[in-house]
């Protein structure tokens, strides 16, 4: 920064004044007051986000005198007399911001776009200094902003490219299937206009705070409400489980719901609700939580898996006893038999802890009354379980309940579960008045879901040959105090936990054990990416016992069309696993030699190569999941496309429009897209299973087929006809003849439509038998990693050097979108093998709770594979969750190739890496 | 209540005698602290107080005003042995943090990571405070008494840091372990001025450890062992590390704080005295000493 100016503030000015965004302006902060609070609040700058209140994540840098500092660290009063620059001013101005505006849009640098302002900010500040800067000078810029989808790459190469940047619409194009085109939703993202969930609130709303137990396990009881909110200042209402006109219980799985709005006498975990308070937002700006009147009386506690299904140990809920919520099965062959003949026998117990979601975005919304019905405005992946929660907790008729998704600042899973929703609805209806609320970084962190924590005991044999004949699975999933998706988790993991590879023996037994934490839920991959670690772990230990490359021995067991996997499902076409390891083999023969000959030459740090390989049923688990897409044209020739897929930076939004667009045969730029509203756009269900590609997909597919078919069949003309839509017409150019379709001689339906498609689509599956057999999914994606690592085996820290990631996605419908999620999955996996770890009352900040920085991720190489899936639209298969499956294995196996320790505990950190080496060597 | 933010050191010490005010500069720890919970006090904001920032030569060597923020002191042209303490710097957060947080303020928050102690304290820094009765002086790591402790009066302000002239040719180094690259909270860090005659032994060290015990400690065992030894050969034993006492916590266990600080201390004594410009060094980047 440069010199304060100097002015004397001793003689109190109760106006701070500053340039913002090159305008004059003047607040009147309180004392202490952010900076990012007075731009989001009083000056009504939403560009400037708040991730974390902390300093840790960057997402409200702004300049101040051209110096990025974090506003959310920066008294306003300081910002007296400077120059303060945000995104939707330099967007609006500076030719850096506009020309990085374009670089991050064409090479998809922005995928929820929570962490774009403080990225571009950042950046800039970089480009004015050094307009063609470093890879690592790139890297030092942004270092203080966290991004938790992106993986960074495509942000650093956007930095890089930025000087040189073409115009947007040339990156377009027809945008049909298959074409890189940028996001159809990323302008928004890139000047500061995008909405999210802290965004959308009205002026005059109220603020809500949640009470919540300071206590892993712990009763209470209430002072007297009626006096204290009597008695406390514009505080308009408290609510309680007194409160609830419906049933004061949710769940995502209706047989499981289990969890409340706010617990009944007694809270489950560290951070469960109690409690709300709504009032005025002046009041609720200094609100102190304690001194709401609530005893707390703390009560014995379980909170590991061992501990829950000890004897005498407290249980969680009746009618689950020992804790035990649900377990998943699958049996094929005879395990036990098998692998008492096999050759060779290979057995590990892995762990894993907690890994929190960590998006950038806190959980936040606004909810009011409108003409009776409420409104609920909220970051979420799944808009109509919303909605059917709400129906319940509510007692009200749906038709009277409004949800509008804002957009989503990350999710990975954890905002299908409801958060701030029934709050905000409970709020708005007892007040009347519109209410809001935003989670700080640590209630975000403490009563949100989580990755499961796992125990895993696995033994697998083969014969000599290379075969595996037995593999025996038993893991223990701490899913803490509610059900959320822990049904799910126990049944993917068993279907999961062979990897795509045959295995005719096969036994896997999962249990969800109840403990008093977080509730564990839906995390990329429900419970894969853990059963992978043990897999794939054991699989290298396998090989390396056989003496077979790992590779090979990996190839010599991938399943294959035709071959059944260990639910005895049998595709006839469509597996992918053999081609992405085939993909590997150049990378896996040249950097197994450059890290032999790194080797040779150094003492201290050493190299080494792994791989992994992975794959993950699109869709729900032998349940039904449809989509519903729907479309239509307005008289004046507007197409209009009903996209309910709930984008939360994977980019649902342009992908489903690819499709729709590519089988209506016009070009994505002539579709007006109308998103999420459970009012006017059918459901097309949750975002998770990696299902919106393959679902929705298939649904916007045969929508725009619908909608094409009868514009075509308006005139007679043949499917190859080519449409092309004017103002209030349509021109059918059918070989030789051309027809034209005046669409102001058609009546338009209630919606104004003139012609209109809606269609569905589920996944034909059929459900399993007590023996886990069946066709859990109608169509896998399969993977495979590699990564080398350099490990200093005197400190323990491993670096990862490069990735190169084979993805058989059936068809990439957006080949950039598609290393978007490789590479944003990568680093999540990263993150779970090397630093993260949430343990409740200790990480529940991000400076305690690490996840990977810029300078974390390594190059990245996606090598896309196209084996096509018969059932996925136009052949694609889904790929959300499938991306970080192989990571934190391959990680694993490539430590153990560099240094020769097998880490079986995750996160491997400095510590626990150096501890491994040095029991190896004997100390040394 | 109400916030201050004074131009003369005079207007400050009054307005803290006179009323119950926190100190602010950078806000990069306050606010963290702070949580959502109101501030209780007026706020005494010192980044205007004239002479209170800036990088200052004088016959007793280096002043740098207690609210110098940390990009400041990472981009002033310093003599080599400045090296370690500009290294840290550049590994304070992250250049947002670098840019608001000061050299103070990291010394007065008293965290047992304090990036800035361990390069202070081998430089010999001494921490000027100014009270009502003038200022007085003492070395960095007697001013921080202990975790979240300092010898700061109620009625007193950190003016400056000041740091003694080191023989010429004297260069330094940093090393931060920690487990990512950037906004990381280290796990160890060590810190090392080092001076070698012309045959190469080392005729002057200072080595001070960071986040292995309540307030940084300087190893004046292991100092005097290194004189006259060559600096690709030194060694450091248990018995040079005896001053520390490092915890077991989340980001590491305390055996394993030892190994690796003994390995940092090598690591960075190589780094000094390979002559190199130092650039910012990352947990995960660290690179054969």
């Given at each position: 920064m440069g010199q304060p100016l100097p002015m004397d503030k001793q003689v109190l000015n109760p106006m701070t004044e500053f340039l913002l965004n090159s305008q004059s302006v003047s607040v009147t902060p309180r004392v202490g007051e952010r900076l990012s609070q007075t731009l989001r609040e009083t000056l009504g700058q939403r560009d400037v986000k708040v991730g974390c209140d902390a300093g840790d994540c960057g997402a409200c840098t702004v300049l101040i005198d051209g110096a990025p500092v974090c506003a959310c660290l920066t008294p306003t009063?300081?910002?007296?007399?400077?120059?303060?620059?945000?995104?939707?001013?330099l967007a609006g101005h500076d030719p850096d911001a506009q020309r990085l505006a374009e670089s991050f849009q064409n090479h998809g640098a922005a995928q929820c776009g929570i962490c774009t302002p403080g990225m571009m900010v950042a950046a800039v500040a970089l480009l004015r200094q050094t307009p063609t800067p470093t890879d690592g000078q790139v890297k030092d810029a942004l270092g203080g902003v966290l991004c938790r989808c992106t993986g960074y790459r495509k942000i650093i190469d956007a930095v890089l490219a930025s000087h040189a940047q073409i115009a947007a619409e040339s990156a377009v194009g027809d945008g049909a299937v298959g074409a890189s085109i940028r996001r159809l939703d990323g302008a928004a993202k890139v000047n500061g206009t995008e909405m999210y969930g802290d965004d959308v609130a009205t002026g005059d709303a109220l603020v809500l705070r949640v009470i919540r137990s300071p206590f892993a396990h712990a009763g209470f009881t209430f002072g007297d409400l009626q006096q204290w909110q009597a008695q406390t200042d514009g505080i308009e209402a408290v609510l309680t489980c007194a409160d609830i006109p419906g049933k004061n219980l949710f769940g995502v799985i209706p047989?499981?719901?289990?969890?409340?709005?706010?617990?009944?006498?007694?809270?489950?975990?560290?951070?469960?609700?109690?409690?709300?308070?709504?009032?005025?937002?002046?009041?609720?700006?200094?609100?102190e939580v304690s001194t709401f009147p609530v005893d707390w009386t703390e009560l014995p506690s379980v909170e590991t898996v061992p501990h829950a299904t000890a004897p005498l140990a407290p249980q969680l809920h009746p009618g689950r006893d020992n804790n035990l919520m649900c377990s998943g099965f699958v049996q094929q062959g005879d395990a036990a038999q098998a692998l008492t003949e096999a050759d060779v026998c290979v057995e590990g117990r892995f762990q894993t802890g907690f890994v929190e979601h960590a998006y950038i975005e806190p959980e936040a919304g606004f909810a009011q009354i409108i003409d009776g019905r409420v409104e609920v405005h909220a970051c979420t992946q799944a808009p109509v379980m919303d909605l059917d929660a709400l129906e319940i907790i509510l007692g009200m008729d749906r038709k009277d309940i409004r949800i509008l998704p804002t957009e989503v600042g990350g999710g990975f899973g954890s905002k299908l579960d409801l958060s701030v929703q029934p709050y905000l609805a409970l709020a708005a209806l007892r007040t009347g008045k519109p209410v809001r609320i935003t989670y700080s970084r640590a209630e975000s962190m403490q009563s949100t879901t989580k990755r499961h924590p796992s125990n895993i005991h696995l033994k697998i044999g083969a014969n000599r040959d290379g075969r595996i004949q037995g593999f025996d699975f038993s893991g223990d999933f701490n899913t803490g105090a509610y059900a959320s998706w822990g049904p799910t988790v126990s049944n993917r993991v068993p279907v999961h936990a062979s990897g795509p590879y045959r295995i005719p023996n096969y036994r896997a037994v999962a249990r969800a054990i109840h403990t008093h934490n977080p509730p564990s839920g839906a995390f990329r991959g429900f419970g894969v990416p853990q059963a992978a670690i043990a897999q794939e772990s054991l699989f290298d230990e396998l090989a390396d016992k056989l003496g077979i490359d790992r590779l090979q021995f990996r190839l010599l067991n991938a399943l294959e069309d035709n071959i059944p996997t260990v639910c005895g499902q049998m595709f006839e076409q469509g597996v992918g696993i053999?081609?992405?390891?085939?993909?590997?083999?150049?990378?896996?023969?040249?950097?197994?030699?450059?890290?032999?000959?790194?080797?040779?030459?150094?003492?201290?740090?050493?190299?080494?190569?792994?791989?992994?390989?992975?794959?993950?049923?699109?869709?729900?688990?032998?349940?039904?999941?449809?989509?519903?897409?729907?479309?239509?044209?307005?008289?004046?020739?507007?197409?209009?496309?009903?996209?309910?897929?709930?984008?939360?930076?994977?980019?649902?939004?342009?992908?489903?429009?690819?499709?729709?667009?590519?089988?209506?045969?016009?070009?994505?730029?002539?579709?007006?897209?109308?998103?999420?509203?459970?009012?006017?756009?059918?459901?097309?269900?949750?975002?998770?299973?990696?299902?919106?590609?393959?679902?929705?997909?298939?649904a916007a597919r045969l929508s725009g087929l619908a909608l094409r078919a009868a514009i075509l069949k308006r005139v007679n003309a043949s499917d190859g006809a080519k449409l092309t839509f004017g103002t209030g017409?349509?021109?059918?150019?059918?070989?030789?003849?051309?027809?034209?379709?005046?669409?102001?001689?058609?009546?338009?339906?209630?919606?104004?439509?003139?012609?209109?498609?809606?269609?569905?689509?589920?996944?034909?599956?059929?459900?399993?038998?007590?023996?886990?057999?069946?066709?859990?999914?109608?169509?896998?994606?399969?993977?495979?990693?590699?990564?080398?690592?350099?490990?200093?085996?005197?400190?323990?820290?491993?670096?990862?050097?490069?990735?190169?990631?084979?993805?058989?996605?059936?068809?990439?419908?957006?080949?950039?979108?598609?290393?978007?999620?490789?590479?944003?999955?990568?680093?999540?996996?990263?993150?779970?093998?090397?630093?993260?770890?949430?343990?409740?009352?200790?990480?529940?900040?991000?400076?305690?709770?690490?996840?990977?920085?810029?300078?974390?991720?390594?190059?990245?190489?996606?090598?896309?594979?196209?084996?096509?899936?018969?059932?996925?639209?136009?052949?694609?298969?889904?790929?959300?969750?499938?991306?970080?499956?192989?990571?934190?294995?391959?990680?694993?196996?490539?430590?153990?190739?560099?240094?020769?320790?097998?880490?079986?505990?995750?996160?491997?950190?400095?510590?626990?890496?150096?501890?491994?080496?040095?029991?190896?060597?004997?100390?040394? | 209540m109400a916030y201050f933010a004074p131009t003369t050191l005079n207007a400050a010490l009054a307005l803290i005698a006179s009323e119950p005010v926190s100190i602010i500069s950078g806000g990069t720890d306050?606010?963290?602290?702070?949580?959502?919970?109101?501030?209780?006090?007026?706020?005494?904001?010192?980044?205007?107080?004239?002479?209170?920032?800036?990088?200052?030569?004088?016959?007793?060597?280096?002043?740098?005003?207690?609210?110098?923020?940390?990009?400041?002191?990472?981009?002033?042209?310093?003599?080599?042995?400045?090296?370690?303490?500009?290294?840290?710097?550049?590994?304070?957060?992250?250049?947002?943090?670098?840019?608001?947080?000061?050299?103070?303020?990291?010394?007065?928050?008293?965290?047992?990571?304090?990036?800035?102690?361990?390069?202070?304290?081998?430089?010999?820094?001494?921490?000027?405070?100014?009270?009502?009765?003038?200022?007085?002086?003492?070395?960095?790591?007697?001013?921080?008494?202990?975790?979240?402790?300092?010898?700061?009066?109620?009625?007193?302000?950190?003016?400056?840091?000041?740091?003694?002239?080191?023989?010429?040719?004297?260069?330094?180094?940093?090393?931060?372990?920690?487990?990512?690259?950037?906004?990381?909270?280290?796990?160890?860090?060590?810190?090392?001025?080092?001076?070698?005659?012309?045959?190469?032994?080392?005729?002057?060290?200072?080595?001070?450890?960071?986040?292995?015990?309540?307030?940084?400690?300087?190893?004046?065992?292991?100092?005097?062992?290194?004189?006259?030894?060559?600096?690709?050969?030194?060694?450091?034993?248990?018995?040079?590390?005896?001053?520390?006492?490092?915890?077991?916590?989340?980001?590491?266990?305390?055996?394993?704080?030892?190994?690796?600080?003994?390995?940092?201390?090598?690591?960075?004594?190589?780094?000094?005295?390979?002559?190199?410009?130092?650039?910012?060094?990352?947990?995960?980047?660290?690179?054969?000493?």
């Open positions: 009063h300081q910002a007296d007399g400077r120059n303060v620059e945000t995104l939707a001013g047989d499981f719901a289990d969890q409340p709005v706010f617990a009944e006498g007694t809270a489950r975990f560290r951070g469960e609700a109690v409690a709300a308070v709504v009032g005025r937002a002046d009041v609720m700006q200094v609100f053999k081609a992405c390891l085939n993909a590997l083999q150049p990378d896996w023969e040249v950097e197994r030699a450059a890290a032999a000959a790194f080797n040779a030459t150094n003492k201290t740090h050493k190299r080494g190569v792994g791989i992994a390989g992975g794959w993950y049923g699109c869709g729900n688990t032998s349940l039904p999941n449809p989509s519903t897409i729907k479309s239509g044209v307005r008289p004046d020739g507007t197409v209009v496309l009903h996209q309910g897929a709930m984008d939360i930076g994977q980019g649902a939004n342009t992908v489903i429009t690819q499709i729709f667009a590519t089988a209506l045969g016009i070009p994505v730029l002539q579709i007006q897209r109308i998103g999420a509203d459970t009012d006017v756009t059918p459901d097309a269900g949750k975002t998770s299973a990696s299902r919106q590609t393959y679902v929705s997909g298939n017409a349509i021109r059918v150019i059918d070989g030789a003849s051309e027809h034209r379709i005046d669409l102001s001689s058609l009546s338009p339906d209630s919606e104004d439509y003139v012609f209109r498609a809606q269609e569905s689509y589920d996944p034909p599956t059929k459900p399993l038998d007590a023996n886990g057999q069946g066709s859990p999914y109608a169509q896998f994606g399969y993977c495979a990693q590699l990564v080398v690592v350099e490990v200093d085996s005197l400190l323990g820290t491993v670096t990862p050097i490069r990735f190169v990631a084979a993805h058989d996605v059936g068809k990439a419908i957006n080949p950039m979108l598609v290393e978007g999620q490789v590479e944003g999955g990568i680093a999540q996996g990263l993150g779970m093998a090397l630093m993260e770890e949430y343990i409740p009352g200790r990480t529940e900040n991000l400076h305690d709770y690490l996840i990977p920085t810029i300078g974390d991720v390594p190059p990245i190489e996606t090598l896309i594979i196209e084996v096509p899936d018969a059932h996925g639209p136009y052949g694609a298969k889904g790929l959300g969750e499938h991306v970080l499956i192989p990571t934190a294995p391959a990680i694993l196996n490539a430590i153990k190739d560099a240094v020769g320790v097998r880490l079986t505990q995750v996160p491997a950190t400095p510590a626990r890496v150096r501890a491994a080496i040095k029991d190896l060597t004997d100390g040394n | 306050v606010f963290p602290a702070q949580g959502q919970i109101p501030m209780q006090n007026g706020l005494l904001d010192v980044t205007r107080i004239d002479g209170l920032t800036g990088l200052h030569w004088g016959p007793e060597g280096l002043r740098i005003g207690a609210a110098t923020s940390w990009s400041a002191i990472a981009s002033a042209d310093l003599p080599d042995c400045f090296a370690g303490l500009q290294a840290a710097a550049r590994t304070v957060g992250s250049v947002q943090i670098q840019n608001a947080g000061t050299i103070a303020g990291n010394i007065c928050n008293a965290s047992p990571a304090a990036d800035g102690m361990p390069p202070l304290i081998t430089l010999g820094a001494e921490v000027e405070i100014t009270g009502p009765d003038g200022p007085r002086r003492m070395p960095v790591e007697t001013f921080v008494t202990g975790p979240r402790q300092t010898q700061l009066g109620a009625r007193e302000l950190v003016t400056a840091i000041l740091i003694p002239p080191l023989p010429a040719h004297c260069r330094a180094a940093f090393e931060k372990l920690g487990s990512r690259t950037y906004l990381v909270i280290s796990i160890t860090m060590v810190a090392v001025v080092i001076g070698c005659d012309a045959s190469g032994r080392i005729d002057f060290a200072r080595v001070a450890v960071g986040s292995c015990s309540p307030v940084a400690r300087r190893l004046i065992g292991l100092e005097a062992d290194l004189i006259g030894q060559m600096p690709q050969q030194v060694t450091v034993s248990p018995d040079h590390l005896a001053p520390l006492a490092p915890i077991t916590d989340i980001r590491a266990d305390s055996g394993y704080r030892l190994e690796a600080a003994a390995e940092q201390i090598v690591r960075a004594i190589h780094r000094a005295t390979h002559g190199a410009t130092q650039g910012p060094t990352h947990g995960a980047t660290l690179t054969d000493g």
